[in-house]
Every structure is written in structure tokens, then in C-alpha cells.
């Protein structure tokens, strides 16, 4: 369906709105009238708020307003959200909880049935709401970091829970990548991820799609959408409800039941789902999947001036029982003696290529470039340090010039591990600005160029 007033409106109602600083109704109004918005608050006693005039019913809004944000409690919030879909208004997002999650199924019950009568749709219950950079919507009552939409990655991120999408946007503004947009599905008694997924993969001001499911709703109509999704873009899904016990968990967060883990893996894998173990590894696939281009193969190529880093990132390449599975590039003879040459002739070149700590800046950025034109590396695990006497300040510029070479004359990707102290995750901001994706770790790095493989072996057997 077409979600454009309900992303993109240009007026919105807040029923509940409130003066009291804190308060859920105060703080989306003044996030709505700060942003530009045509704000109409809805308060029984209250005159003006935000400098907004305020109206005492719903019934007496204007008509064309595009959504309204109820913040009133459950059992008030129901007649509420009657009223505005009485006025035609075709989104409503009901913030409180105390429905299904809470024993209150029948409450749900009758506020999907009244809105379904009048064609009205329904984010929520139990969400925090919705945010998009490109029309500057803000309805998220926690505190969390906001977007331009101008900023590396460009994610859109559905999630069943409203804390972890808060705090993905935190993690995702400290690697200085971008969320385009996000959504708080909360019981997703009516709208779901299904509906979300088949807006942005056809949004041009989204690379990669990110989703956090405890249920998946519509079974295999989602997974066609899903593999619709996949075919433009990214989709990495984190489903949680892995054990008994979080499984049960679910049930009383959501008020759902989680289907089988087992059989749910094998569906997104099949449907070209990336799926990811943990929020941290759901946020580094993303940020791999949309800044990285897709490998021709699984052939790694394992670059850096430490040595012990280098036999790490081999573990994690070759790690037995991995899914999908990735070999060690073999360098010929021709690009080993390249490398030797532009380096050291005591440098190991047959892959992991260690340039050791003797490396200069104009050695290290050269290496890479020669090291990544051999035909049988499709993708670079490149380790970048600062400590070595010879790199220092200007190995950043230096390193990010000759990836971005790599990536965009050879169409190869290149993923990074990065150290430099405390200053670690300046570096991998710098990186992330240059459109490549660092990490500060062997594992997550290696983990990340598994999902670009995974991807290009889901699209290579759809023939894209």
C-alpha cells in the first residue's frame, strides 16, 4: 500500500497533547513543530501548546490531515483513534501499551476491528513510533539521535521492539553511518513488516534494509516480499526467540507467539535474508551491504602489517561449519613478487599478505592496490594500523584512497579491521565517510565480508 501520508505527511495530529515538559504528548508535539510540520494538538483544557492552537475534541480537526499520534493511555487511546479514523484521517499510531502484550487482547481486538471498518491503518500498539530523515517525521518519545538522510549507509530499520531500534541509531551515529528511516512496529496488530518492506525497496534514498522480528506475520507472503525486497537491496534480519525461554519472552514483550527459529533460518536463507546472531552483527552487515559492492565469488584475500592479525582473520575465514563458506584467494607468483617489490623482499605474500611493522605509508597503500588486482581475490580483509614507525596520521587519506581505487576500478570490495588505540573508532568513522566499511575487530570485519559473499551467492543464483 502506499505509505507516503503516513512517512511523509504534511499534517499531524497529537491527540494528548501536553505543556508538561516530559511528557510523551509534549515531547512529539514539540519534535513536530520543531521539524516544520503542521501541528494540530488535541487536549480538552489546554489553549495553546508550542505555540499551536489547540483543540479541545478530535471531532473538531480539520479535514486532510494525513496522521494522527494518540498518546493518550490504552483505554482512552481506543475511542480516540475511533474518532480520528471518523475524520478520515488514513494513519493513526497508537503509542500506549496495555493491550495484548498485557492480557488485553479484546482491547486490541475492538480498536483494529473499528479502524479496519473505516479504512483506517494502524502502527502500533505499544510503539515508540516512526522516524525518517527524508521528511524529517519524528515521533519517537525516548531519547535517540536524529538523521539528515545525507549521511554513509542510508538504512532503513523495522523493528518489533522500540529499544532496540533507539539504540541502533545510537550505534549506528558512534560508526557515523546514516538510518534513513525506522520503524516501531509494537504489536503490529495491523501494519507490519510486510507493508514496510515493499515501501523501501522501492525507495531510492535507501541502500539496505534492516528488520528485527520476535514473529513473523504472514508467513509466506512475507517471504515473497521479502525475496522481492532482496532482489533490489540488502535485507538483514535479526530474528530473536532463538531458545524456550526467549521464546516465551516474546509472549509477554509483543503478545505473540515465536514460530520455529529452526525452520524460520532456513526459510530467510533460502529467500535471501541475511540473517544476523546479534544487534552488534545485524548493524555491521548492514553497514558492509550498503557501503561495500558484491564480490564476483567467496575467494578472500587477507592484507595487513601484523602478522597475528592476519592468522586470526584466516581462522575466522575459514571457519569450519560457516555459512556460506569462503576459501583463501591464491595470489600468483606474478602479484607476490609485485608485492615483494613495492615492499620488502622479506614480506610473506602468499595470503595472509603480512608487510610487518617495517611498512611505510606509500609501501602499505601500494600493496593493497597490487594485492587486490590479482584475478583470484574477489574481496579484501585489509587490517589498518597506526602504530608501525613508518604510517602514523598519514595512513588514513593513504589507505582510504587506495580501497577506494580498489573499489572503484576493480568493483571490488574492501572490509576492514582497524586499530589505533583510543582513537579506534574515529578511524572507523573516517573509513565509513569514505563510503568503506571498518570495524574495530578480526571477527566482525570477517563476519561482515561473510555477508557480502552470502549476498552475491543469493544473487547470483536468481541470475542478478
Given at each position: 500500500?502506499?505509505?507516503?501520508?503516513?512517512?511523509?505527511?504534511?499534517?499531524?495530529?497529537?491527540?494528548?497533547?501536553s505543556p508538561k515538559p516530559g511528557k510523551v504528548g509534549e515531547i512529539v508535539t514539540r519534535q513536530l513543530v520543531e521539524a516544520g510540520f503542521e501541528v494540530y494538538p488535541v487536549h480538552p483544557k489546554e489553549t495553546v501548546i508550542h505555540g499551536r492552537k489547540v483543540l479541545s475534541r478530535v471531532e473538531d480537526l480539520p479535514d486532510g490531515v494525513d496522521l494522527a499520534v494518540v498518546t493518550l493511555g490504552a483505554q482512552r487511546a481506543v475511542p480516540?483513534?475511533?474518532?480520528?479514523?471518523?475524520?478520515?484521517?488514513?494513519?493513526?499510531?497508537?503509542?500506549?501499551?496495555?493491550f495484548r502484550e498485557a492480557g488485553g487482547a479484546d482491547l486490541e481486538a475492538e480498536l483494529v476491528g473499528e479502524l479496519r471498518k473505516r479504512g483506517t491503518r494502524l502502527l502500533g500498539p505499544n510503539t515508540l513510533g516512526l522516524m525518517d530523515a527524508r521528511s524529517g517525521l519524528d515521533t519517537l518519545?525516548?531519547?535517540?539521535?536524529?538523521?539528515?538522510?545525507?549521511?554513509?549507509?542510508?538504512?532503513?530499520?523495522?523493528?518489533?521492539?522500540?529499544?532496540?531500534?533507539?539504540?541502533?541509531?545510537?550505534?549506528?551515529?558512534?560508526?557515523?553511518?546514516?538510518?534513513?528511516?525506522?520503524?516501531?512496529?509494537?504489536?503490529?496488530?495491523?501494519?507490519?513488516?510486510?507493508?514496510?518492506?515493499?515501501?523501501?525497496?522501492?525507495?531510492?534514498?535507501?541502500?539496505?534494509?534492516?528488520?528485527?522480528?520476535?514473529?513473523?506475520?504472514?508467513?509466506?507472503?512475507?517471504?515473497?516480499?521479502?525475496?522481492?525486497?532482496?532482489?533490489?537491496?540488502?535485507?538483514?534480519?535479526?530474528?530473536?526467540?532463538?531458545?524456550?525461554?526467549?521464546?516465551?519472552?516474546?509472549?509477554?514483550?509483543?503478545?505473540?507467539?515465536?514460530?520455529?527459529?529452526?525452520?524460520?533460518?532456513?526459510?530467510?536463507?533460502?529467500?535471501?535474508?541475511?540473517?544476523?546472531?546479534?544487534?552488534?552483527?545485524?548493524?555491521?552487515?548492514?553497514?558492509?551491504?550498503?557501503?561495500?559492492?558484491?564480490?564476483?565469488?567467496?575467494?578472500?584475500?587477507?592484507?595487513?602489517?601484523?602478522?597475528?592479525?592476519?592468522?586470526?582473520?584466516?581462522?575466522?575465514?575459514?571457519?569450519?561449519?560457516?555459512?556460506?563458506?569462503?576459501?583463501?584467494?591464491?595470489?600468483?607468483?606474478?602479484?607476490?613478487?609485485?608485492?615483494?617489490?613495492?615492499?620488502?623482499?622479506?614480506?610473506?605474500?602468499?595470503?595472509?599478505?603480512?608487510?610487518?611493522?617495517?611498512?611505510?605509508?606509500?609501501?602499505?597503500?601500494?600493496?593493497?592496490?597490487?594485492?587486490?588486482?590479482?584475478?583470484?581475490?574477489?574481496?579484501?580483509?585489509?587490517?589498518?594500523?597506526?602504530?608501525?614507525?613508518?604510517?602514523?596520521?598519514?595512513?588514513?587519506?593513504?589507505?582510504?584512497?587506495?580501497?577506494?581505487?580498489?573499489?572503484?576500478?576493480?568493483?571490488?570490495?574492501?572490509?576492514?579491521?582497524?586499530?589505533?588505540?583510543?582513537?579506534?573508532?574515529?578511524?572507523?568513522?573516517?573509513?565509513?565517510?569514505?563510503?568503506?566499511?571498518?570495524?574495530?575487530?578480526?571477527?566482525?570485519?570477517?563476519?561482515?565480508?561473510?555477508?557480502?559473499?552470502?549476498?552475491?551467492?543469493?544473487?547470483?543464483?536468481?541470475?542478478?
Amino acid at each position: 500500500m502506499d505509505l507516503t501520508r503516513l512517512l511523509s505527511p504534511k499534517r499531524v495530529a497529537v491527540v494528548g497533547a501536553s505543556p508538561k515538559p516530559g511528557k510523551v504528548g509534549e515531547i512529539v508535539t514539540r519534535q513536530l513543530v520543531e521539524a516544520g510540520f503542521e501541528v494540530y494538538p488535541v487536549h480538552p483544557k489546554e489553549t495553546v501548546i508550542h505555540g499551536r492552537k489547540v483543540l479541545s475534541r478530535v471531532e473538531d480537526l480539520p479535514d486532510g490531515v494525513d496522521l494522527a499520534v494518540v498518546t493518550l493511555g490504552a483505554q482512552r487511546a481506543v475511542p480516540a483513534a475511533v474518532a480520528a479514523a471518523d475524520r478520515g484521517i488514513p494513519f493513526v499510531v497508537v503509542v500506549a501499551g496495555g493491550f495484548r502484550e498485557a492480557g488485553g487482547a479484546d482491547l486490541e481486538a475492538e480498536l483494529v476491528g473499528e479502524l479496519r471498518k473505516r479504512g483506517t491503518r494502524l502502527l502500533g500498539p505499544n510503539t515508540l513510533g516512526l522516524m525518517d530523515a527524508r521528511s524529517g517525521l519524528d515521533t519517537l518519545f525516548v531519547q535517540h539521535v536524529r538523521f539528515d538522510g545525507t549521511g554513509p549507509g542510508r538504512i532503513a530499520f523495522i523493528s518489533q521492539s522500540g529499544s532496540v531500534g533507539t539504540e541502533a541509531t545510537a550505534l549506528a551515529s558512534w560508526g557515523g553511518l546514516e538510518l534513513a528511516s525506522f520503524i516501531g512496529l509494537g504489536n503490529k496488530s495491523d501494519l507490519s513488516e510486510l507493508d514496510f518492506l515493499e515501501h523501501y525497496a522501492s525507495r531510492e534514498d535507501v541502500d539496505t534494509i534492516m528488520l528485527y522480528l520476535e514473529t513473523v506475520s504472514g508467513g509466506r507472503p512475507f517471504l515473497e516480499a521479502a525475496r522481492r525486497a532482496a532482489l533490489t537491496k540488502p535485507v538483514v534480519v535479526l530474528k530473536a526467540g532463538r531458545s524456550g525461554s526467549a521464546a516465551k519472552a516474546v509472549a509477554s514483550h509483543t503478545g505473540s507467539l515465536a514460530g520455529s527459529y529452526r525452520v524460520l533460518g532456513g526459510a530467510f536463507r533460502q529467500f535471501g535474508l541475511v540473517q544476523a546472531t546479534s544487534d552488534e552483527e545485524m548493524m555491521d552487515m548492514a553497514n558492509a551491504l550498503a557501503l561495500a559492492p558484491v564480490p564476483r565469488g567467496n575467494k578472500v584475500g587477507i592484507f595487513t602489517p601484523a602478522g597475528g592479525f592476519g592468522v586470526m582473520a584466516v581462522d575466522e575465514t575459514e571457519q569450519e561449519g560457516a555459512w556460506p563458506k569462503m576459501v583463501m584467494a591464491r595470489p600468483s607468483q606474478t602479484t607476490q613478487k609485485a608485492i615483494k617489490e613495492a615492499s620488502f623482499p622479506f614480506v610473506a605474500t602468499g595470503n595472509p599478505v603480512d608487510l610487518t611493522a617495517s611498512v611505510t605509508v606509500d609501501m602499505y597503500a601500494q600493496s593493497l592496490k597490487i594485492f587486490a588486482s590479482d584475478p583470484d581475490v574477489d574481496i579484501l580483509v585489509a587490517g589498518i594500523f597506526f602504530s608501525p614507525a613508518g604510517l602514523g596520521e598519514p595512513t588514513a587519506p593513504a589507505m582510504a584512497d587506495a580501497a577506494r581505487w580498489v573499489v572503484d576500478e576493480l568493483g571490488k570490495p574492501v572490509v576492514m579491521f582497524v586499530f589505533d588505540g583510543e582513537r579506534t573508532f574515529d578511524r572507523t568513522r573516517y573509513f565509513h565517510s569514505r563510503g568503506l566499511p571498518a570495524y574495530p575487530s578480526v571477527r566482525r570485519a570477517v563476519r561482515a565480508a561473510r555477508a557480502l559473499v552470502e549476498r552475491s551467492e543469493f544473487l547470483r543464483r536468481h541470475g542478478s
